[in-house]
């Protein structure tokens, strides 16, 4: 059972789980995308390994971009 599971919910939900602040302020906060069609991937290599890879962001130049496998050797948490 989690945190939220437990009725603390201190992030001013109402009783149906939505937001008592008024409306749908900042889009979809769930994690998942609305559904727009297929999203649009750009190739690139990983900056860890070399392997060529997709990613669904259009790179920034100057910033490193990882394939799933090196990723999660980069996260900060």
Do not use: Q
Request: proline fraction near 6%; hydrophobic fraction near 15%; include cysteine.
């Amino acid at each position: 059972m989690g945190f939220y599971d437990r009725g603390n919910d201190s992030r001013g939900g109402n009783s149906r789980g939505g937001n008592s602040r008024g409306g749908n302020r900042g889009g979809n906060r769930g994690g998942f995308r609305e559904n727009r069609g297929p999203r649009e991937m750009h190739k690139v290599i990983c900056s860890d390994c070399g392997v060529e890879t997709e990613v669904p962001f259009k790179p920034t130049e100057g910033r490193p971009v990882y394939c799933r496998d090196c990723l999660p050797k980069h996260r900060k948490f």
